[in-house]
Structure formats: C-alpha cells, structure tokens
C-alpha cells in the first residue's frame, strides 16, 4: 500500500487512485490482494461517516454484516466489523449468507425494532481471485446520489491499528451468529403456500452459492423434493448474464440423469437466479424475471435497456421503464415509478434475472434489491401445472446473446461512440446503415440510454456499450432465435475491430 495510506485524513477519491480498488454500483470490487484490512476498514469508516451525516447512523449504532464463501472474505469482514466498532456501533454478525436474506433482515427492523446499515462482503460473480463489500443503508441500497457522499469523506487512518501488510493487529471479536435464514424462507412459504412446490423433484446446483444449502431447505419448506448437485469447495465465478460453457454441459447431463423438473441455481451470493427446465437448459435471466413479473402482477415493470423486448412484445406488463444498466438506476427509476403511482404494483429486474419488488404484494413486503428466491419460485412453481419448457415457448421468439472485448482500450470505446453518434438522426440511421447494414439489414431507431442500441427493421438489435471503469466492451444483440443472436452479435464484434473502429480512430487523429 502507498505511503499516502499512512496519513491522517485521506479522501475516499484518494484511496480509490492509490489502491486500484474503485467505489462504483453499490460499493467496492477489485482484486482481493489489493483489498487489504487498512483499505476495507477505510472504505467502511468513509460509508459510515457518510451515513452520520445524513442521519442514519449514531454511537451506538447497530450495522449488519455477512459474507460470501470466497476465502478472502473472512478477513474482509473483520475489518469492516472493527470500522463499525471504531465507529461507535454495534455489529450484528449474520454469517455467510445470500445478499438478499441480509437485506431483507436489516432493512425490515427485525434485528431490533428499527431498520438499521448493513454491510455485505461478496465479490458476486467475479472470479475468486477479486472481492468486493456492497453498501446498504437502512431502506436500501446505496445509489448513484449517493457515491459523491461517500467519496468525498475524509477518513483519519491509525498506523497503530495495522501491521506492516496492512492486516488489522486486533481485528473486532464477532458476536455470535444472528440466523436470518428462517425469516428469508418463511417470506416466500407465506407467500406461495408451504405446498407451492408439491410433487415436484428440483436439481440444486450448488457449486459455491453462499445460499446453495437455503436453497434446498427452501424446496423443502415449499414441498418440494431437493436433489443437490455440483457442490464444490473451490471457488466457482458463476456468472447468471453469460453462463460459462461447462455449467450449460453440466445441467444438461444432470437432467439426461435425473427425472427433474427443474434445476435452480444462484451466483456466488444468491442474489441472481438461475433456472433450468427439465430438460436443463437455463433460462436467459431476463425472461425468468419477465415471468416472475407476471407472477406478482406487476402494473409497473422496470428493467435495464440491455433486457430482452420480450418484457413489451408479450405484454405481460401493462407499462415498461428502461434504464441505463446497474441495480442502482433500476431503483431509482422503481421509487420514481412507485411516487407517481403508489397505488402500482412495482417491481424491476435486470438481464442477469436479480429481481427487486418496489412495492407490497398481498402479504409479500417490498424488496428493492435484487433477489434470487422469489424468480426462482415463482418460475419452478409452475411446473405443477405445465412443464416449464413449454411456458417459455408460448413467449414471442426473441432471444439476446451478450459477449465483451477485453483490454479494449477505453479511447477506442470513446471514438467508436462519438463516431456512431455523430448528427442527427437521420445522419447517424445512414451511416449505420452503411457500417451494419450487411449484418443486421435496414436500420429503424436508436437508443443512447446507455452506451448506442441500434434497431433493425427484422427485430435485430446490436448495442454496444463501453465499461464505465475498465477496459472492456460489450455488445449485446437479440433476434428472432439464439443462434441468430450469438451469430450477429460475433459478426458485430468482428467488424467493429476490423473496420469501424479503426475508421473512428482515423478521423479522430484527422481531427
């Protein structure tokens, strides 16, 4: 760590640039070597203190943190409890549980009367050599309105609290474990009916969920018969948006195996879900958060621009809100939707199939930060009355296929938007036309809401979107099947290295 970290007084702007570890979407992710204790206590301290400003935290505070089962998060934990201790509040340790189950305890005042901080150490998908510490204040995530608060806190570091790696010399004692398992579960059996899953047999692919083993009492509290598969002890990066090509081989060998009539899994803290028909083959996310939309009766749904139009197509929900992409924007837009209508059912969901419930359902309490277990049964539990197979295929054929280009360079990304964004509408529909016409045909609207989403008079869509704090680009596409999809997604990638991009390189340097 740089010697900067060893002054009194540095900026959370300042900690961000020394350590490589960003505050971005809900709070903090970078490789866990470069999350040391002195970092993590830091970024804890600056989120508290931010919370003091606003009113929602005190001396004597209480602050609720669990953990996901990456090895880095044990320590990552006791630094954040020792920066609640030193903040002068009271950790309630919840252990290593699913994001939501945290959420959903802190938030609805159970832990003692009132709605208090929590604080969630996961990494989510990413690989098992990186980490991360998501933020919630006591009625929800941290948003975007919130990042300038909490960059800006300037936090007083002890040498004397550290060692020379920067590892806590007396790391806070946690209290004992506070089981928020049962309250989580119990929300969706009073919901859907302790026999909403009778009669049928649900492979759980456990892998290295930290809510593989609540899934399974969750089937079971539902009436289900749970068959576990897959657990593992070695981290697994599984990733709900784009599923990795042994977990598509996987699934499709346990059903071959098993009579089935579901598989459902999560991401590594179960906040994003994952479901499989009988036959094992997933669900794209964003359809399994369309249906469990439907479930709920949603009046409102919100979703992220890179979501399946399907949600439109099917009518399933009479009015649709896209976004730019990230939970936070989800929410904001979900508050904004509930304000102007409180009477809506409101719900959104993002293309990784993370649901957030906006609103009171019957006796189900509003949620607003994604979940996994309700998607997960409000899907599977209609398998009691057709197979889940056939469900999907009464939907409007459109299918989305996402991919990325690493190490591409952000410079490149700046010039290819500026070049595909140039004029008016008019300018920008020919100039598409000439760059991706013999890809995608006849060019029909844009969408500049996050990153450039072009329409084609087929139904096609290519977007691209620059990573906002990293070196990447993504394309999303959708078309009428999966194999047109992944087919004019790669066929968007190839040129726009080939051709488009070294064309707005050229007229950028020209200029």
């Not at 954040?80 to 509040?89: E, M, N």
Request: aromatic share 6%; charged share 20%.
């Amino acid at each position: 760590m740089h010697d900067d970290l060893q002054k009194a007084g540095v900026t959370v702007s300042e900690l961000m640039a020394s350590s490589g570890v960003p505050f971005g979407t809900s709070g903090v992710r970078g490789l866990a070597s470069a999350m040391t204790d002195k970092l993590c206590h830091a970024y804890a301290t600056a989120f508290l203190q931010y919370l003091r400003q606003i009113g929602e935290f005190a001396d004597g505070g209480r602050v609720a943190i669990a953990g996901d089962l990456r090895e880095s998060t044990p320590h990552i934990i006791a630094a954040c409890a020792t920066a609640v201790r030193d903040c002068g509040g009271e950790v309630v340790f919840c252990g290593m549980v699913p994001t939501p189950a945290l959420a959903l305890f802190a938030m609805s005042g159970k832990g003692g009367g009132t709605a208090m901080p929590s604080i969630m150490v996961t990494g989510s998908h990413i690989p098992a050599d990186r980490n991360g510490i998501k933020f919630y204040r006591p009625h929800g995530e941290v948003l975007k309105s919130d990042e300038a608060g909490i960059v800006s806190q300037r936090v007083a570091i002890d040498p004397a609290q550290f060692g020379n790696d920067d590892s806590l010399l007396v790391p806070a004692a946690l209290p004992e474990v506070t089981d928020v398992v049962p309250a989580y579960i119990e929300r969706y059996v009073r919901h859907f009916g302790a026999d909403a899953l009778a009669g049928l047999t649900i492979g759980v692919y456990q892998h290295t969920a930290v809510g593989r083993d609540v899934l399974v009492q969750a089937v079971e509290a539902l009436g289900g018969t749970a068959v576990p598969f897959g657990r593992e002890t070695v981290f697994v990066p599984v990733d709900t948006e784009a599923i990795r090509a042994e977990d598509i081989a996987l699934a499709a060998a346990w059903a071959a195996e098993n009579a089935v009539d579901a598989i459902i899994s999560t991401d590594g803290d179960s906040d994003r879900p994952l479901v499989a028909d009988a036959r094992g083959v997933w669900l794209r996310g964003d359809v399994v958060g369309l249906l469990c939309a439907r479930s709920v009766g949603a009046d409102v749904a919100v979703t992220p621009v890179s979501s399946n139009t399907v949600l439109e197509l099917s009518g399933a929900v009479p009015k649709v809100v896209r976004t730019r992409i990230g939970s936070p924007y989800v929410i904001a837009a979900m508050m904004e939707a509930a304000k102007a209508d409180p009477a809506a059912c409101v719900c959104g969901y993002e293309a990784n199939g993370g649901f957030l419930l906006g609103s009171d359902v019957c006796d189900l309490a509003a949620l607003p930060t994604r979940d996994a277990l309700l998607p997960i049964v409000a899907v599977v539990q209609a398998a009691r009355e057709r197979p889940i197979a056939d469900v999907v295929a009464d939907l409007p054929p459109r299918f989305t296929f996402s991919d990325r280009v690493a190490d591409f360079p952000q410079a490149h990304s700046a010039a290819l938007i500026v070049l595909l964004s140039s004029g008016a509408e008019d300018e920008q529909l020919a100039r598409i036309a000439r760059l991706f016409g013999e890809i995608a045909g006849l060019p029909t609207g844009i969408d500049t809401t996050d990153g450039y989403r072009m329409s084609f008079a087929d139904g096609a869509v290519i977007h691209f979107r620059p990573s906002g704090n990293a070196p990447e680009l993504r394309c999303y596409s959708e078309a009428e099947s999966e194999a047109k999809a992944q087919d004019l997604n790669a066929r968007a990638v190839a040129h726009v290295l080939a051709d488009v991009v070294p064309e707005a390189l050229g007229l950028q340097n020209a200029g």
